[in-house]
Protein backbone atom coordinates (compact mmCIF):
# COMPACT_ATOMS: atom_id res chain seq x y z
CA UNK A 1 0.00 0.00 0.00
CA UNK A 2 1.11 3.30 -1.00
CA UNK A 3 1.80 5.56 2.12
CA UNK A 4 0.58 9.12 2.19
CA UNK A 5 2.89 12.24 2.74
CA UNK A 6 2.86 13.01 6.14
CA UNK A 7 0.83 16.39 6.46
CA UNK A 8 1.51 18.60 9.50
CA UNK A 9 -1.04 19.29 11.79
CA UNK A 10 -3.00 22.58 11.17
CA UNK A 11 -4.32 25.30 13.65
CA UNK A 12 -7.72 26.73 13.94
CA UNK A 13 -7.62 29.92 15.26
CA UNK A 14 -10.66 32.03 16.50
CA UNK A 15 -10.23 36.16 16.11
CA UNK A 16 -13.35 38.13 17.17
CA UNK A 17 -14.26 41.49 16.28
CA UNK A 18 -15.28 44.18 19.14
CA UNK A 19 -17.35 46.87 20.41
CA UNK A 20 -17.22 49.60 22.29
CA UNK A 21 -19.56 50.28 25.13
CA UNK A 22 -17.99 53.97 25.78
CA UNK A 23 -14.82 55.76 25.48
CA UNK A 24 -14.15 56.66 21.48
CA UNK A 25 -11.64 58.18 20.73
CA UNK A 26 -9.59 58.55 24.14
CA UNK A 27 -6.97 55.25 23.45
CA UNK A 28 -4.42 57.37 21.81
CA UNK A 29 -5.28 60.21 24.36
CA UNK A 30 -3.83 57.57 27.00
CA UNK A 31 -7.30 57.50 28.39
CA UNK A 32 -10.29 55.38 28.84
CA UNK A 33 -11.83 52.52 27.22
CA UNK A 34 -14.91 50.20 27.95
CA UNK A 35 -14.71 48.01 24.93
CA UNK A 36 -15.69 43.86 24.29
CA UNK A 37 -14.77 40.87 22.11
CA UNK A 38 -18.07 39.91 20.50
CA UNK A 39 -19.07 36.76 19.05
CA UNK A 40 -18.48 37.71 15.84
CA UNK A 41 -15.26 36.41 14.69
CA UNK A 42 -12.73 35.61 11.69
CA UNK A 43 -11.30 32.17 11.67
CA UNK A 44 -7.68 31.08 10.31
CA UNK A 45 -6.71 27.64 9.59
CA UNK A 46 -2.75 27.60 9.54
CA UNK A 47 -0.52 25.06 8.62
CA UNK A 48 3.49 24.85 8.10
CA UNK A 49 4.27 24.00 4.32
CA UNK A 50 7.62 23.17 5.26
CA UNK A 51 9.34 25.49 2.97
CA UNK A 52 11.89 28.46 4.29
CA UNK A 53 9.60 31.27 3.81
CA UNK A 54 7.04 30.91 1.14
CA UNK A 55 3.48 31.91 2.93
CA UNK A 56 0.34 31.90 0.69
CA UNK A 57 -3.08 32.95 2.45
CA UNK A 58 -6.15 32.45 1.07
CA UNK A 59 -9.37 35.18 2.15
CA UNK A 60 -12.36 32.65 1.42
CA UNK A 61 -15.09 35.45 2.12
CA UNK A 62 -13.01 37.90 -0.09
CA UNK A 63 -12.41 35.13 -2.84
CA UNK A 64 -8.93 35.87 -3.01
CA UNK A 65 -5.57 34.98 -2.24
CA UNK A 66 -1.62 36.13 -1.66
CA UNK A 67 1.53 35.27 -1.27
CA UNK A 68 4.41 36.50 0.76
CA UNK A 69 8.02 35.76 0.95
CA UNK A 70 9.54 35.91 4.51
CA UNK A 71 13.24 36.91 3.32
CA UNK A 72 11.65 39.46 0.73
CA UNK A 73 8.55 40.97 2.22
CA UNK A 74 8.41 44.69 0.82
CA UNK A 75 6.12 47.54 1.32
CA UNK A 76 3.67 48.25 -1.44
CA UNK A 77 1.26 45.72 -0.21
CA UNK A 78 -2.49 46.79 -0.62
CA UNK A 79 -5.67 46.11 0.17
CA UNK A 80 -5.86 42.93 2.72
CA UNK A 81 -2.48 41.83 2.17
CA UNK A 82 -1.06 44.90 3.87
CA UNK A 83 -2.31 43.80 7.21
CA UNK A 84 -0.91 40.35 6.56
CA UNK A 85 2.73 41.76 5.40
CA UNK A 86 2.37 44.11 8.50
CA UNK A 87 2.09 41.21 11.01
CA UNK A 88 4.80 39.32 8.92
CA UNK A 89 7.47 42.08 9.40
CA UNK A 90 6.63 42.93 13.00
CA UNK A 91 7.42 39.17 13.76
CA UNK A 92 10.60 39.44 11.81
CA UNK A 93 12.82 39.78 15.08
CA UNK A 94 11.63 36.28 15.65
CA UNK A 95 12.89 35.02 11.85
CA UNK A 96 14.71 32.03 13.45
CA UNK A 97 12.12 29.86 13.65
CA UNK A 98 9.07 31.45 11.75
CA UNK A 99 9.16 29.61 8.31
CA UNK A 100 6.61 29.04 5.79
CA UNK A 101 3.33 28.32 6.19
CA UNK A 102 -0.64 27.69 4.48
CA UNK A 103 -3.31 29.81 5.82
CA UNK A 104 -7.20 30.54 4.70
CA UNK A 105 -9.36 32.49 6.71
CA UNK A 106 -12.87 32.87 6.57
CA UNK A 107 -15.04 35.57 8.14
CA UNK A 108 -18.32 36.39 9.55
CA UNK A 109 -17.31 40.00 10.32
CA UNK A 110 -18.27 42.69 8.03
CA UNK A 111 -15.21 44.64 6.63
CA UNK A 112 -15.86 48.31 7.43
CA UNK A 113 -18.49 48.22 9.72
CA UNK A 114 -16.35 49.96 12.82
CA UNK A 115 -16.22 46.23 14.51
CA UNK A 116 -12.42 46.08 13.97
CA UNK A 117 -12.25 43.33 11.01
CA UNK A 118 -9.01 44.51 10.68
CA UNK A 119 -7.93 44.17 14.19
CA UNK A 120 -9.33 40.34 14.08
CA UNK A 121 -7.20 39.49 11.42
CA UNK A 122 -4.25 40.92 12.65
CA UNK A 123 -4.78 39.07 15.93
CA UNK A 124 -6.02 36.12 14.40
CA UNK A 125 -2.57 35.67 12.42
CA UNK A 126 -0.16 37.24 14.81
CA UNK A 127 -1.54 34.64 17.07
CA UNK A 128 -1.42 31.97 15.52
CA UNK A 129 1.92 32.28 13.73
CA UNK A 130 3.15 32.14 17.68
CA UNK A 131 1.47 28.95 18.76
CA UNK A 132 2.43 26.93 14.81
CA UNK A 133 6.19 28.19 15.13
CA UNK A 134 6.23 28.49 19.47
CA UNK A 135 7.47 31.55 19.09
CA UNK A 136 6.88 32.01 22.84
CA UNK A 137 5.63 36.11 22.39
CA UNK A 138 3.39 37.17 25.15
CA UNK A 139 -0.26 38.04 25.09
CA UNK A 140 0.68 41.98 25.59
CA UNK A 141 3.82 41.92 22.91
CA UNK A 142 1.06 40.16 20.45
CA UNK A 143 -1.13 43.08 20.92
CA UNK A 144 1.63 45.26 19.97
CA UNK A 145 2.84 43.50 17.14
CA UNK A 146 -0.86 43.34 15.65
CA UNK A 147 -0.93 47.36 16.54
CA UNK A 148 2.30 47.73 14.50
CA UNK A 149 1.10 46.24 12.19
CA UNK A 150 -2.07 48.26 11.10
CA UNK A 151 -0.40 51.62 11.99
CA UNK A 152 3.11 51.04 9.65
CA UNK A 153 1.30 49.60 6.83
CA UNK A 154 -2.22 50.59 6.77
CA UNK A 155 -1.33 54.34 7.34
CA UNK A 156 -4.43 54.12 10.23
CA UNK A 157 -2.52 56.23 13.65
CA UNK A 158 -4.67 53.76 15.60
CA UNK A 159 -4.72 53.15 19.64
CA UNK A 160 -4.67 50.26 21.40
CA UNK A 161 -8.31 49.54 21.94
CA UNK A 162 -8.89 47.46 18.93
CA UNK A 163 -6.32 45.21 19.03
CA UNK A 164 -6.72 44.68 23.28
CA UNK A 165 -10.17 43.96 22.73
CA UNK A 166 -9.62 41.18 20.05
CA UNK A 167 -6.92 39.73 22.09
CA UNK A 168 -7.98 40.09 25.84
CA UNK A 169 -11.85 39.61 25.61
CA UNK A 170 -14.08 37.77 27.75
CA UNK A 171 -17.50 36.16 27.99
CA UNK A 172 -20.02 38.55 29.13
CA UNK A 173 -17.69 41.04 30.36
CA UNK A 174 -16.45 44.22 29.05
CA UNK A 175 -12.94 45.55 29.08
CA UNK A 176 -11.86 48.13 31.34
CA UNK A 177 -8.91 49.49 30.16
CA UNK A 178 -6.71 52.25 30.83
CA UNK A 179 -5.15 52.95 27.29
CA UNK A 180 -2.00 54.62 28.94
CA UNK A 181 -0.66 52.31 31.69
CA UNK A 182 -2.64 49.34 29.84
CA UNK A 183 -4.09 48.17 33.49
CA UNK A 184 -7.47 46.48 32.74
CA UNK A 185 -10.10 45.15 34.79
CA UNK A 186 -13.15 43.02 32.93
CA UNK A 187 -16.67 44.22 34.14
CA UNK A 188 -19.21 42.05 34.11
CA UNK A 189 -22.01 43.19 31.23
CA UNK A 190 -25.00 43.20 33.86
CA UNK A 191 -27.42 44.77 31.50
CA UNK A 192 -30.11 43.25 32.86
CA UNK A 193 -33.12 42.43 29.62
CA UNK A 194 -31.35 44.62 27.53
CA UNK A 195 -29.42 44.29 24.60
CA UNK A 196 -26.76 45.36 22.51
CA UNK A 197 -27.67 45.76 18.91
CA UNK A 198 -25.82 47.11 15.95
CA UNK A 199 -27.24 48.81 13.01
CA UNK A 200 -24.97 49.50 10.53
CA UNK A 201 -25.00 52.60 8.44
CA UNK A 202 -23.59 50.53 5.55
CA UNK A 203 -21.95 53.89 4.34
CA UNK A 204 -17.97 54.79 4.76
CA UNK A 205 -17.37 58.37 3.82
CA UNK A 206 -13.68 58.28 2.46
CA UNK A 207 -13.29 61.36 4.84
CA UNK A 208 -12.59 58.70 7.59
CA UNK A 209 -8.69 57.90 7.59
CA UNK A 210 -7.55 61.40 6.84
CA UNK A 211 -10.06 62.87 9.34
CA UNK A 212 -8.82 60.52 12.01
CA UNK A 213 -5.08 61.25 11.77
CA UNK A 214 -6.44 64.77 11.61
CA UNK A 215 -8.50 64.51 15.21
CA UNK A 216 -5.17 62.80 16.76
CA UNK A 217 -2.98 65.96 15.54
CA UNK A 218 -5.75 68.30 17.14
CA UNK A 219 -5.32 66.73 20.32
CA UNK A 220 -1.27 66.78 20.23
CA UNK A 221 -1.96 70.30 19.41
CA UNK A 222 -4.36 71.37 22.45
CA UNK A 223 -1.42 69.24 24.39
CA UNK A 224 1.32 71.59 23.15
CA UNK A 225 -1.00 74.51 23.91
CA UNK A 226 -1.87 73.23 27.67
CA UNK A 227 1.52 72.18 28.36
CA UNK A 228 2.80 75.77 27.92
CA UNK A 229 0.54 76.97 31.25
CA UNK A 230 0.58 73.62 32.94
CA UNK A 231 3.79 71.57 31.97
CA UNK A 232 3.14 68.96 34.13
CA UNK A 233 0.13 67.35 31.46
CA UNK A 234 1.23 64.76 29.25
CA UNK A 235 -1.61 63.78 27.47
CA UNK A 236 -5.45 64.95 27.06
CA UNK A 237 -5.64 61.82 30.08
CA UNK A 238 -4.46 64.86 32.37
CA UNK A 239 -6.06 67.57 31.89
CA UNK A 240 -9.12 68.84 34.04
CA UNK A 241 -12.12 70.64 32.85
CA UNK A 242 -10.60 73.84 34.83
CA UNK A 243 -7.35 73.71 33.07
CA UNK A 244 -8.67 74.06 29.60
CA UNK A 245 -11.39 76.41 30.43
CA UNK A 246 -8.27 78.75 31.38
CA UNK A 247 -6.17 78.11 27.95
CA UNK A 248 -9.17 77.21 25.48
CA UNK A 249 -9.00 80.93 24.54
CA UNK A 250 -5.51 80.62 23.14
CA UNK A 251 -6.26 77.65 21.15
CA UNK A 252 -8.18 77.68 17.98
CA UNK A 253 -12.08 77.13 18.59
CA UNK A 254 -11.68 73.07 16.88
CA UNK A 255 -8.85 72.31 19.08
CA UNK A 256 -10.94 73.49 22.21
CA UNK A 257 -13.49 71.54 21.05
CA UNK A 258 -11.58 68.38 20.54
CA UNK A 259 -9.84 68.31 24.51
CA UNK A 260 -13.52 69.50 25.56
CA UNK A 261 -14.87 66.34 24.31
CA UNK A 262 -11.95 64.15 25.12
CA UNK A 263 -11.95 64.87 29.07
CA UNK A 264 -15.89 64.49 28.98
CA UNK A 265 -15.65 61.04 27.11
CA UNK A 266 -12.56 59.91 30.01
CA UNK A 267 -14.98 61.11 32.61
CA UNK A 268 -18.03 59.08 31.05
CA UNK A 269 -15.95 55.77 30.70
CA UNK A 270 -15.73 55.80 34.69
CA UNK A 271 -19.11 56.71 35.10
CA UNK A 272 -20.14 54.06 32.70
CA UNK A 273 -17.95 51.53 35.15
CA UNK A 274 -19.99 52.95 37.82
CA UNK A 275 -23.31 52.63 36.96
CA UNK A 276 -22.66 48.98 35.20
CA UNK A 277 -22.00 47.67 38.79
CA UNK A 278 -25.40 48.43 39.48
CA UNK A 279 -26.81 47.57 36.65
CA UNK A 280 -28.23 51.03 35.93
CA UNK A 281 -29.21 50.74 32.57
CA UNK A 282 -31.37 54.24 32.24
CA UNK A 283 -27.70 55.95 33.46
CA UNK A 284 -26.16 54.16 31.11
CA UNK A 285 -28.50 54.96 28.16
CA UNK A 286 -28.07 58.44 28.49
CA UNK A 287 -24.13 58.56 28.48
CA UNK A 288 -23.81 56.46 25.49
CA UNK A 289 -26.30 59.52 24.12
CA UNK A 290 -23.78 62.28 25.84
CA UNK A 291 -21.14 60.75 23.92
CA UNK A 292 -22.71 60.83 20.73
CA UNK A 293 -23.85 64.11 21.04
CA UNK A 294 -20.17 65.08 21.78
CA UNK A 295 -19.01 63.01 18.47
CA UNK A 296 -21.46 65.15 16.96
CA UNK A 297 -20.82 68.35 18.14
CA UNK A 298 -17.35 68.76 19.63
CA UNK A 299 -15.30 65.84 17.57
CA UNK A 300 -16.96 66.47 14.92
CA UNK A 301 -17.26 63.05 13.49
CA UNK A 302 -20.67 62.35 12.71
CA UNK A 303 -22.42 61.57 9.68
CA UNK A 304 -26.18 62.51 8.44
CA UNK A 305 -26.70 58.92 8.42
CA UNK A 306 -25.57 58.10 11.87
CA UNK A 307 -27.31 61.17 13.45
CA UNK A 308 -30.35 60.12 11.83
CA UNK A 309 -29.92 56.43 13.42
CA UNK A 310 -29.70 57.74 16.77
CA UNK A 311 -32.17 60.49 16.92
CA UNK A 312 -34.63 58.06 15.51
CA UNK A 313 -33.36 55.20 17.80
CA UNK A 314 -33.68 57.71 20.99
CA UNK A 315 -37.39 58.12 20.12
CA UNK A 316 -38.28 54.58 20.04
CA UNK A 317 -39.81 53.00 23.05
CA UNK A 318 -37.31 50.08 24.64
CA UNK A 319 -34.20 52.27 23.57
CA UNK A 320 -32.39 53.41 26.63
CA UNK A 321 -29.31 54.49 24.64
CA UNK A 322 -27.58 54.73 20.87
CA UNK A 323 -24.76 56.13 19.49
CA UNK A 324 -22.40 56.17 16.77
CA UNK A 325 -19.50 53.77 17.42
CA UNK A 326 -15.94 53.21 16.32
CA UNK A 327 -13.69 56.40 14.37
CA UNK A 328 -17.26 57.38 13.12
CA UNK A 329 -18.47 59.04 9.36
CA UNK A 330 -19.74 55.75 8.98
CA UNK A 331 -19.80 52.12 10.16
CA UNK A 332 -22.48 51.34 12.97
CA UNK A 333 -24.59 52.68 15.76
CA UNK A 334 -24.61 50.90 19.08
CA UNK A 335 -27.88 50.53 20.44
CA UNK A 336 -28.96 49.52 24.32
CA UNK A 337 -32.41 48.35 23.71
CA UNK A 338 -34.97 46.17 26.32
CA UNK A 339 -35.23 42.69 24.98
CA UNK A 340 -38.37 42.32 24.23
CA UNK A 341 -38.64 45.44 21.97
CA UNK A 342 -35.55 44.93 19.92
CA UNK A 343 -38.04 43.16 16.93
CA UNK A 344 -39.84 46.33 17.18
CA UNK A 345 -36.96 48.88 16.94
CA UNK A 346 -34.91 47.04 14.52
CA UNK A 347 -37.82 47.22 12.22
CA UNK A 348 -38.79 50.91 12.62
CA UNK A 349 -35.21 51.89 12.70
CA UNK A 350 -34.46 50.09 9.39
CA UNK A 351 -37.55 50.94 7.51
CA UNK A 352 -37.36 54.77 8.98
CA UNK A 353 -33.62 54.11 7.32
CA UNK A 354 -34.85 53.08 4.21
CA UNK A 355 -37.08 55.73 3.51
CA UNK A 356 -34.73 58.72 4.88
CA UNK A 357 -31.85 57.12 2.32
CA UNK A 358 -33.19 55.13 0.33
CA UNK A 359 -30.64 52.12 1.51
CA UNK A 360 -31.09 49.32 3.61
CA UNK A 361 -29.20 49.49 7.21
CA UNK A 362 -28.46 46.37 8.82
CA UNK A 363 -28.94 45.02 12.28
CA UNK A 364 -27.06 42.74 14.22
CA UNK A 365 -27.32 41.54 17.59
CA UNK A 366 -24.19 40.11 19.29
CA UNK A 367 -23.36 39.40 22.72
CA UNK A 368 -19.76 39.36 24.01
CA UNK A 369 -17.28 36.62 23.79
CA UNK A 370 -13.76 35.27 24.52
CA UNK A 371 -10.91 36.74 22.81
CA UNK A 372 -8.49 35.17 20.11
CA UNK A 373 -8.53 31.59 20.84
CA UNK A 374 -7.49 28.25 19.60
CA UNK A 375 -10.95 26.12 18.32
CA UNK A 376 -8.00 23.07 17.58
P1 LIG B 1 -12.97 47.47 10.35
O1 LIG B 1 -11.70 47.13 11.07
O2 LIG B 1 -13.85 48.37 11.13
O3 LIG B 1 -13.71 46.27 9.86
P2 LIG B 1 -11.09 48.56 8.49
O4 LIG B 1 -11.23 49.41 7.30
O5 LIG B 1 -10.15 48.97 9.57
O6 LIG B 1 -12.56 48.33 9.08
O7 LIG B 1 -10.64 47.10 8.06
C1 LIG B 1 -11.31 46.43 7.01
C2 LIG B 1 -10.27 45.79 6.13
O8 LIG B 1 -9.77 44.58 6.76
C3 LIG B 1 -10.82 45.31 4.80
O9 LIG B 1 -10.84 46.37 3.87
C4 LIG B 1 -9.81 44.24 4.43
O10 LIG B 1 -8.63 44.83 3.93
C5 LIG B 1 -9.50 43.62 5.78
N1 LIG B 1 -10.40 42.45 5.98
C6 LIG B 1 -11.50 42.39 6.74
N2 LIG B 1 -12.10 41.17 6.65
C7 LIG B 1 -11.34 40.45 5.80
C8 LIG B 1 -11.41 39.12 5.26
N3 LIG B 1 -12.39 38.29 5.60
N4 LIG B 1 -10.43 38.72 4.40
C9 LIG B 1 -9.43 39.57 4.06
N5 LIG B 1 -9.31 40.81 4.51
C10 LIG B 1 -10.25 41.26 5.37
MG1 LIG C 1 -10.13 48.53 11.58
Not at 31 to 47: K, N, S, T, W, Y
Not at 135 to 145: A, V
Not at 146 to 160: M, N, R, V
Not at 286 to 308: A, I, K
Request: proline share 4%; charged share 25%; with cysteine.
Amino acid sequence: MKKSKPVSPSLHVSAPGRINLIGEHTDYNEGLVLPAAIELDMRFRLQKNGTQGQCRIYSESMGKSMQADLSNLGTDAKGWERYIFGVLSELSPYSDKLKGFDGKLTSRLPAGAGLSSSAALECGLAYGLNKLFSLEISPMELIRIAQQAEIKHSGTQCGIMDQFASMMGKKDHFIFLDCRSLDYRYIPARLGDYRLVLINSGVTHSLSDSAYNQRREECRQGVSILRKVFPEIQSLRDVHPGQLEAVRHQMPKPVANRCRYVIQENARVLKAVEVLEHSDIQTLGNLLYDTHQGLRHLYEVSCPELDFLVDTAMALPGVAGSRLMGGGFGGCSLNLIRKGAVPEVISRLTAAYRERFGREAESLETGLGDGVRLLS
